[in-house]
């Protein structure tokens, strides 16, 4: 059976030409990179354009971009790092929307059971923070914001731009978790007026376990790893070269590719939606105009468990939301927040397109679907 995939929000495949990039980093360059001989410069040279590539792609300085082990880790660093370096500063205060991803969300718990004042800001039906309430939330003891550039459930696109203006306004540190969102919209921080965004590789086609924190410079970030004296002596540990270099080379693409990857997954999408619009009782969660890899659909009738099941059993690889959850029988926190029932949460799944996917699996995929929901709705 030739599986069809349907779950890039969950992560993405190795791009071939990305592969090729790191594999001298594996075995021929493979010294570690703050050794000073030979083999350890040619390392901390590649990490060096590595980093230049990434600021320049983002808008940013060098020394301003930090490597990680991915989203989590970025997430977790901006939090913890941002907020207590705050904290010194008096300030106890800290807002986080209520639709994060995991990563954000745990931070943020912790954060209220080490005494911080944490309060989430709310969502329109759209899925998008709600401007004017923000702006009541934030006051002068605020620390720090986070609200996610585009949703990695319902791909809706927040006002990062305008919600960062605002916490500036109250001397608050804005942070935006640009994981989903960095294979489809450009980034830059200067115009986006943030001071920490983090992204990962393998959700733009390069490995896991590599990410980056983007900390703008001048601002207080508490140490994140003890040990060696990497990352500016803010973040220890020996630094993954081969992964380095891959996510530098797969950003790189995915931004010089970005427009014609995204008018390809919009007629996808819309391929997609035509041909099962055949069925009632379904319609789209979140904004329409939001991301165009993803797609979360609300099947009346149908739980989300039963589907997935039956999908994957006819080679159709899809989610229900974030794979960090997917162990969960709780229904999606950012479908409540938006206002659905746990009983539509749990009627909900996600279809997430990629550059390789064909018309030819998009037809064959809402066939199944089409089926599917037919069958159990049936049963």
């Given at each position: 059976?030739?599986?069809?995939?349907?779950?890039?929000a969950?992560?993405?495949s190795?791009?071939?030409?990305?592969?090729?990039?790191?594999?001298?980093?594996?075995?021929?360059?493979?010294?570690?990179?703050?050794?000073l001989?030979?083999?350890?410069?040619?390392?901390?040279?590649?990490?060096d354009?590595?980093?230049?590539?990434?600021?320049?792609?983002?808008?940013?300085?060098?020394?301003?971009?930090?490597?990680?082990?991915?989203?989590?880790?970025?997430?977790?660093?901006?939090?913890?790092?941002?907020?207590?370096?705050?904290?010194?500063?008096?300030?106890?205060?800290?807002?986080?929307?209520?639709?994060?991803?995991?990563?954000?969300?745990?931070?943020?718990?912790?954060?209220?059971?080490?005494?911080?004042d944490?309060?989430?800001?709310?969502?329109?039906?759209?899925?998008?923070?709600?401007?004017?309430?923000?702006?009541?939330?934030?006051?002068?003891?605020?620390?720090?914001?986070?609200?996610?550039?585009?949703?990695?459930e319902?791909?809706?696109?927040?006002?990062?731009?305008?919600?960062?203006?605002?916490?500036?306004?109250?001397?608050?540190?804005?942070?935006?978790?640009?994981v989903?969102?960095?294979?489809?919209?450009?980034?830059?921080?200067?115009?986006?007026?943030?001071?920490?965004?983090?992204?990962?590789?393998?959700?733009?086609?390069?490995?896991?376990?590599?990410?980056?924190?983007?900390?703008?410079?001048?601002?207080?970030?508490?140490?994140?790893?003890?040990?060696?004296?990497?990352?500016?002596?803010?973040?220890?540990?020996?630094?993954n070269?081969?992964?380095v270099?891959?996510?530098?080379?797969?950003?790189?693409?995915?931004?010089?590719?970005?427009?014609?990857?995204?008018?390809?997954?919009?007629?996808?999408?819309?391929?997609?939606?035509?041909?099962?619009?055949?069925?009632?009782?379904?319609?789209?969660?979140?904004?329409?105009?939001?991301?165009?890899?993803?797609?979360?659909?609300?099947?009346d009738?149908?739980?989300?468990?039963?589907?997935?099941?039956?999908?994957?059993l006819?080679?159709?690889?899809?989610?229900?939301?974030?794979?960090?959850?997917?162990?969960?029988?709780?229904?999606?926190?950012?479908?409540?927040?938006?206002?659905?029932?746990?009983?539509?949460?749990?009627?909900?799944?996600r279809?997430?397109?990629?550059?390789?996917?064909?018309?030819?699996?998009?037809?064959?995929?809402?066939?199944?679907?089409?089926?599917?929901?037919?069958?159990?709705?049936?049963?």
């Amino acid at each position: 059976m030739e599986r069809i995939y349907f779950d890039h929000a969950a992560t993405t495949s190795l791009d071939p030409e990305v592969l090729e990039k790191m594999l001298p980093y594996f075995s021929a360059e493979y010294g570690n990179a703050d050794s000073l001989h030979a083999l350890g410069r040619k390392a901390m040279n590649a990490v060096d354009e590595a980093r230049d590539k990434v600021a320049q792609l983002l808008g940013a300085k060098p020394n301003e971009i930090y490597f990680t082990s991915g989203g989590t880790e970025s997430d977790n660093w901006a939090m913890f790092g941002g907020a207590y370096a705050q904290r010194r500063l008096g300030r106890k205060k800290v807002l986080v929307s209520a639709i994060e991803h995991h990563a954000v969300m745990a931070s943020a718990e912790k954060l209220s059971e080490d005494g911080f004042d944490v309060q989430y800001l709310p969502v329109t039906a759209s899925g998008k923070v709600d401007l004017d309430l923000a702006k009541t939330l934030l006051t002068g003891d605020t620390a720090l914001v986070a609200v996610m550039m585009a949703n990695n459930e319902t791909g809706a696109i927040q006002p990062v731009k305008e919600l960062a203006t605002l916490a500036k306004e109250q001397g608050s540190l804005f942070f935006t978790d640009c994981v989903q969102a960095a294979p489809y919209l450009p980034l830059n921080v200067g115009e986006l007026g943030v001071d920490t965004l983090a992204l990962s590789a393998h959700k733009f086609y390069g490995p896991k376990g590599c990410g980056v924190l983007y900390i703008k410079n001048g601002v207080k970030m508490d140490r994140h790893i003890l040990g060696g004296e990497q990352e500016r002596g803010l973040r220890g540990g020996t630094t993954n070269v081969p992964a380095v270099v891959g996510l530098a080379a797969a950003y790189e693409k995915t931004v010089r590719t970005m427009q014609e990857t995204n008018r390809k997954l919009q007629r996808l999408r819309a391929l997609f939606l035509e041909k099962i619009a055949c069925l009632d009782g379904v319609c789209i969660n979140g904004d329409e105009n939001g991301l165009p890899a993803i797609v979360n659909l609300q099947i009346d009738g149908v739980e989300n468990s039963a589907f997935l099941y039956k999908m994957d059993l006819q080679g159709v690889c899809l989610a229900a939301g974030s794979a960090c959850a997917s162990a969960s029988l709780k229904p999606s926190h950012v479908l409540t927040a938006m206002g659905l029932t746990e009983q539509k949460a749990k009627s909900s799944v996600r279809f997430s397109f990629g550059k390789d996917n064909t018309e030819e699996e998009i037809l064959r995929g809402a066939e199944l679907t089409v089926e599917t929901v037919r069958s159990l709705r049936n049963f």
